[in-house]
């Protein structure tokens, strides 16, 4: 699977920068079917799943009567579920804190509670918050709202190399008030971020109460100069040997969790997947999402909300569901997606899946092969978006070469 015409060789893969593999850019692509779905077309298909999840999206900007109009969305997508799976997980994403104030979150949760009342035992309820946004009557309110999950965002876009971490040291010891609140930091880096300022920051997150750390690039679709990329790629290689070298699991390429997590002990065993809302143990559920800009998930398709408030508050106007995009996994890329998704989740691929491909990475150190499993090594592991990236243009030479010799035999 190398030095085809119009795909990079893998010998070249070691040349590219470091980037964070994300949902976006390593598993949408396979999503190629992508059909967009007006409100008058948006059908009464029924909407089910063992469990159900509810994701929330909240844009950065204020949006008039915003929680009046997620109301009437979870009503009209209540209506097209008789019977709703018990709620597995709520999340709100985004900028909650900006879009409503202390006693509308309580408001959402309790109207939410109402249309889908039933959970599971071990549901997380979760919020995503700027480390700026948390204080103890915040944290106070969330934990009497059963929240078990904060998303704290960390800015570390601009540490210096003196910079300190007396504002990190002050939230953490809030924080260890509420011991039931599980924190996923999403740390912001980039090529201006010290390389000692993230080592500091990653040392002093990796302790109770956090439960993931991942590392987002904020520039990632902007381009760059490539001396930027290769300082981002140095500090995204450095993030990663660090929290490895600590014992945390890692997945993809940006996500580390503790030994113990769920799903540092369900990696090995096929069953995760990663998907808009980071790695899930199952495929069978149901996501709805709500909201402008919101992901959704309902098997076997993903979707996507409008982004367009305007759009989005005019269909629930006239009590229609809003535009939305559908992707649905093309036909023949099935077996890349499942090898893609066995890279971010296990980092390893079954040898017999493609053998040359395996072989040719393990040529150049980025696999190791034990009997009929190849492994990512380290370097492979840091260069993951780059293998995936390569796996998807040998695959798409593939379409489109076998499309035109089909073309040729025809005359088209």
């Not at 996507?304 to 890329?333: H, M, S, V």
Request: positive net charge; glycine residues 8%.
């Amino acid at each position: 699977m190398s030095g085809q015409a119009g795909t990079p060789r893998p010998q070249a893969l070691r040349a590219l920068p470091p980037t964070p593999s994300t949902f976006t850019t390593a598993v949408l692509p396979c999503f190629q079917d992508v059909h967009r779905i007006l409100p008058d077309e948006d059908g009464q298909q029924p909407f089910s799943g063992r469990e159900l999840a509810l994701h929330i999206q909240c844009p950065e900007h204020a949006v008039d009567g915003y929680l009046d109009l997620l109301c009437r969305e979870a009503t009209l997508l209540r209506a097209r579920m008789p019977q709703p799976p018990p709620v597995a997980s709520l999340w709100l994403h985004g900028h909650p804190s900006r879009q409503f104030s202390p006693e509308a979150i309580t408001e959402l949760i309790f109207r939410l509670n109402g249309q889908f009342p039933g959970s599971v035992a071990t549901a997380v309820r979760g919020l995503e918050l700027p480390a700026t946004a948390v204080d103890g009557e915040r944290l106070a309110l969330l934990a009497g709202l059963g929240f078990n999950r904060i998303a704290l965002r960390l800015d570390a876009t601009l540490g210096s190399d003196v910079g300190h971490l007396t504002k990190l040291e002050a939230l953490q010891r809030e924080l260890a008030d509420f011991p039931a609140l599980g924190v996923h930091y999403l740390v912001r880096f980039g090529s201006r971020c010290h390389p000692h300022y993230l080592s500091r920051l990653l040392a002093a997150i990796r302790q109770p109460p956090a439960v993931a750390v991942e590392l987002q690039d904020p520039d990632l679709a902007t381009p760059r100069p490539l001396i930027e990329r290769v300082a981002t790629g140095r500090r995204l290689k450095l993030a990663i040997l660090e929290m490895t070298a600590a014992g945390w699991v890692g997945l993809s390429n940006q996500l580390f969790v503790p030994t113990d997590s769920p799903l540092a002990l369900n990696k090995s065993d096929g069953h995760l997947h990663l998907t808009p809302w980071g790695p899930q143990l199952r495929d069978k559920y149901l996501a709805l999402g709500m909201g402008v800009g919101a992901f959704g998930y309902h098997p076997p398709c993903y979707y996507r909300t409008t982004t367009l408030a305007a759009r989005y508050g005019g269909a629930l106007g006239n009590r229609q569901l809003p535009e939305k995009l559908r992707y649905r996994l093309r036909d023949d890329l099935g077996e890349v997606h499942q090898s893609i998704q066995a890279l971010l989740c296990r980092h390893s691929l079954p040898r017999r899946s493609a053998p040359e491909y395996c072989d040719s990475l393990a040529a150049i150190g980025l696999m190791s092969i034990d009997r009929d499993v190849a492994h990512l090594t380290r370097d492979g592991v840091v260069r993951l978006s780059a293998i995936i990236h390569h796996l998807q243009s040998v695959s798409s030479w593939r379409h489109h070469y076998a499309q035109r010799r089909l073309d040729d035999r025809h005359g088209v």
